[in-house]
């Protein structure tokens, strides 16, 4: 299959979190993903964590409490998620976003009626899910983060290949789409079961539950 071998790959890369390094645009090999980036920063100095009672009741001293306590907040949220839980949200959502993209075309270029079926069912399910992957990504910290966009992966429909099938119709649009959305199932599949052996979050592990269900589902209905 196009790209298989990749795929291989990148799903033993989740496993072990060794995606979460481009986490950060430019990051190199040993900087911590954005997630723990978040943790790591510099605690205050002890004269600026003044709160009600506890020192100078300064608004400076009232300020600086106010902050830590955000920070804080900020390091317990990021804490939750493991490299595995970044890397597999950060590979999830783009690819579901251009499987959407793709959706829609066949929604009105298919000429098989259950491949239409399909991919309206893709863009109810999947789009319901794409929801839930952004709002774990801005849980993590790293809803800014884009690491793979535009990058020729397995799963994901590239932008020439979009434009590809948009020239075509008929059977051959139907074969070529079918191939398309046949990857990004699979690939869905693969890392969803990725994410449930090695991840940490419990939230983000019940989102790939859900995953692996609808989209192993979906890719039944996917006539061979």
Known sequence: MRRAFVGAAVASLVVCGGLAAVAVPGAGPEQAPAVTGTASRQEP??????????????????????????????????????????????????????????????????????????????????????????????????DQARPHEGHDMPGMTTATEYAAAQQESGAAFDRTVSTYLREYLEQSVRLADSENAAGRDLTTRELAADIRRSRGAELARLVP
């Open 45 to 142: 100095a002890a004269g600026d964590e003044t709160v009600a009672g506890g020192g100078p009741g300064t608004a400076a001293g009232t300020a600086a409490g106010a902050g830590t306590s955000a920070t804080d907040a900020a390091s317990i949220a990021g804490a939750a998620f493991n490299p595995t839980d970044l890397a597999w949200l950060q590979l999830a959502a783009p690819m579901t976003e251009q499987a959407l993209r793709l959706a829609e075309l066949v929604t009105v270029r298919a000429t098989s009626p259950d491949l239409r079926e399909l991919a309206a069912a893709v863009t109810a399910a999947d789009g319901a899910e794409l929801t839930r992957l952004h709002a774990l990504l801005v849980r993590a910290g790293a």
